[in-house]
């Protein structure tokens, strides 16, 4: 896209008196000299020319989860981020605001990417994650045999919560002090008292 063709939006925008919402995939990880991805509409023009642009972006930490970072406002100043999720074709937005924009996203992502310890242990939650989809595939599972089977399978604990919070696992237990289960979202509970914001 020419600068010439940037410059017709904008008068057109102008006559109308409407906003213009431009939405396109990123195709390289390249930074611009302004900071942001020059290539994030397939041209740098698209970006110099907007008001504002905004990012969506995979979660650094939680791959099932997306981020949505300001990358540049000529308006105001940037604002927080907000991160959701997809669960069975709902949007789910969380209520907690990112302190991060565009820019420090990617600085932070090319930093991962060239620690070879970082890759290996993201490639280890995607295999606990995997494997604790399966194994709660029938239904809701104890805890404690959920663990046991962790260990014989090698995995740490603190890999098995960050696979749990991937899934988006729920928790419930039984009536009379039972055994805390685990279950994947939306599989009903078995269990008496439903309680999803503990990890038993």
Same mark, same amino acid.
């Given at each position: 896209?020419?600068?010439?063709?940037?410059?017709l939006l904008t008068e057109l925008a102008t006559t109308l008196?409407?906003?213009?919402?431009i939405v396109a995939n990123s195709t390289s990880s390249r %930074?611009?000299?302004?900071?942001?991805?020059?290539?994030? %509409?397939?041209?740098?023009?698209?970006?110099?020319?907007?008001?504002?642009?905004?990012?969506?972006?995979?979660?650094?930490?939680?791959?099932?989860?997306?981020?949505?970072?300001?990358?540049? =406002?000529?308006?105001?100043?940037?604002?927080?981020?907000?991160?959701?999720?997809?669960?069975?074709?709902?949007?789910?937005?969380?209520?907690?605001? %990112?302190?991060?924009?565009?820019?420090?996203?990617?600085?932070?992502?090319?930093?991962?990417?060239?620690?070879?310890? $970082?890759?290996?242990?993201? =490639?280890?939650?995607?295999? $606990?994650?995997?494997?604790?989809r399966e194994r709660l595939s029938r239904g809701e599972v104890?805890?404690?045999?959920?663990?046991?089977?962790? $260990?014989?399978?090698?995995?740490?604990?603190?890999?098995?919560?960050?696979?749990?919070?991937?899934?988006?696992?729920?928790?419930?237990?039984?009536?009379?002090?039972?055994?805390?289960?685990?279950?994947?979202?939306?599989?009903?509970? $078995?269990?008496?008292?439903?309680?999803?914001?503990?990890?038993?």
């Amino acid at each position: 896209m020419s600068p010439l063709c940037v410059a017709l939006l904008t008068e057109l925008a102008t006559t109308l008196g409407a906003a213009i919402l431009i939405v396109a995939n990123s195709t390289s990880s390249r %930074i611009g000299r302004t900071g942001y991805r020059c290539d994030t %509409i397939g041209h740098e023009e698209f970006a110099n020319g907007a008001r504002s642009v905004l990012t969506i972006v995979q979660e650094l930490e939680f791959a099932e989860r997306r981020q949505v970072l300001p990358v540049k =406002s000529n308006l105001c100043e940037n604002r927080a981020g907000m991160s959701f999720s997809i669960r069975k074709g709902v949007v789910e937005w969380s209520s907690t605001p %990112i302190p991060m924009t565009g820019e420090e996203y990617f600085t932070r992502a090319s930093e991962k990417l060239k620690n070879p310890l $970082v890759r290996e242990e993201c =490639s280890e939650v995607d295999r $606990v994650t995997n494997w604790q989809r399966e194994r709660l595939s029938r239904g809701e599972v104890a805890s404690v045999l959920v663990r046991m089977d962790a $260990v014989e399978n090698e995995i740490a604990y603190s890999t098995l919560r960050r696979a749990f919070c991937r899934l988006g696992c729920k928790t419930s237990k039984a009536g009379g002090g039972g055994p805390w289960h685990w279950r994947l979202p939306g599989q009903v509970a $078995v269990s008496v008292e439903d309680s999803s914001g503990e990890l038993g």
